[in-house]
Every structure is written in C-alpha cells, then in structure tokens.
T-cell receptor, first 114, second 115 residues
Framework: QKEVEQNSGPLSVPEGAIASLNCTYS??????FFWYRQYSGKSPELIMS????GDKEDGRFTAQLNKASQYVSLLIRDSQPSDSATYLC??????????????FGTGTRLTIIP | GAVVSQHPSWVICKSGTSVKIECRSL??????MFWYRQFPKQSLMLMAT?????????EQGVEKDKFLINHASLTLSTLTVTSAHPEDSSFYIC???????????FGSGTQLSVL
C-alpha cells in the first residue's frame, strides 16, 4: 500500500464548476497535510496546508481533513483554466525536530475546460 | 514568501561526466534542505535530507556515493551526480526549511538529460 494515494486522473471540470481532489494516507501518525500545484516542467507550489480535522478555506480553495478516515481533500471553487495543473497531496510525519519528511502522492492531473 | 534559487535550470551532459546542482536560500537560513527526484508523470521521490554542517541522510535505494550532497552553509546545498548515466536523467528539485518553520520552499528544479 502506498503511503499517499491519489487518483491520477485526468480529471476534467468545466470552467466555473467545483473541482474536487481526493487523497488518502496510510500512516495514522501523519500530522501535517499539504496540497501543492505543479505545472508541467515546474517545481511544486504550495496551495494549502491543514493540520486539524475539519475544513480550511483560503480564497477559492478549501482543504478538508478527516483523520479518522485518513482522508484529505481539496475543493477548488469557480474553476479557472489557469487551475489546470497536477495537484500533489503531501503528508508529513514527525521525524525529529526540523527533519519532518514530506511524502508525496503521484498527483492528480486536473484540466479545466473553457 | 521565502525564495529558494536552484541552478542550473537545465543541463545536458555526456554519460560518465559529473554534474553539480546548487540550491540557495536567498532570504532565510536553511537549516534543513531536501533533495527530490521526479521522473516524467511520477511524483516527487525524496532522495536525501541534509542539515547544515552534517552528513546527509539518504533514503533507501539512493546511492550516497553517486549522489553527493554538501550542505556547508546555512544558505547553500549542492547535489553532485557523479558518473551520470542516461537512467539518471530526471527532474531534480531541492527544497529548504528554516529553523522553526513548518513550510518548505522549493527551488525551481533542474532538468538533467544524460546522453
């Protein structure tokens, strides 16, 4: 079982609709959760971070975390063509102060259709 | 936000040569740096973790004698791919974290092509 699992997609969403991206993780000690956006040939860009159960909203983005189900999701409202990218879910576990490692999922490729 | 500069952005080299990639934190002291590798359509795979002034910790399956990491100062880490082969062709990305900071800041990545 992979530590972090995502549906690779591609996920196609009409412009203006809500895009829903899902991620599950296997290790219950995981404590920090991140969503990164990666355009082709570029390095990842942090979109959202979430640390406690529930929802966290930032502009058009909402991250949702359910530790009991080991599930984290990202909602993108009012999707724009510029949101087309690969979205990487990343999880970190405590490994000593300052050395917390990020484990990435394989990413979901999102395409927003104008 | 914090800036991490990675250089070069792309490099083409002949098989058997060595390539050095630099990662600099421009406006903060990076106590920890991470080096990742990403093959096409795959996720980022952590290669090693380096703390300033100490030896890097390599992930299982990563050859430490092939991928030399130096983190001699709080603003600079280097990854040297020694005796590169075509299978080493990949996108290499560094990231950095400052003392007491939760967030990682990524460099812009280096596309390595070994002929």
């Amino acid at each position: 079982q992979k530590e972090v699992e995502q549906n690779s997609g591609p996920l196609s969403v009409p412009e203006g609709a809500i895009a829903s991206l899902n991620c599950t993780y296997s290790d219950r000690v995981s404590q920090s959760f991140f969503w990164y956006r990666q355009y082709s040939g570029k390095s990842p860009e942090l979109i959202m971070s979430i640390y406690s159960n529930g929802d966290k909203e930032d502009g058009r983005f909402t991250a949702q975390l359910n530790k009991a189900s080991q599930y984290v999701s990202l909602l993108i409202r009012d999707s724009q063509p510029s949101d087309s990218a690969t979205y990487l879910c990343a999880v970190s576990k405590p490994a000593g102060f300052g050395n917390e490692k990020l484990t990435f999922g394989t990413g979901t490729r999102l395409t927003i259709i104008p | 936000g914090a800036v991490v500069s990675q250089h070069p952005s792309w490099v083409i080299c002949k098989s058997g040569t060595s390539v050095k990639i630099e990662c600099r934190s421009l406006d903060f002291q990076a106590t920890t740096m991470f080096w990742y590798r990403q093959f096409p359509k795959q996720s980022l795979m952590l290669m090693a973790t380096s703390n300033e002034g100490s030896k890097a910790t390599y992930e299982q399956g990563v050859e430490k004698d092939k991928f030399l990491i130096n983190h001699a100062s709080l603003t600079l880490s280097t990854l040297t791919v020694t005796s590169a082969h075509p299978e080493d062709s990949s996108f290499y990305i560094c990231s950095a974290r400052g003392m007491g900071r939760e967030k990682l800041f990524f460099g812009s990545g280096t596309q390595l092509s070994v002929l």
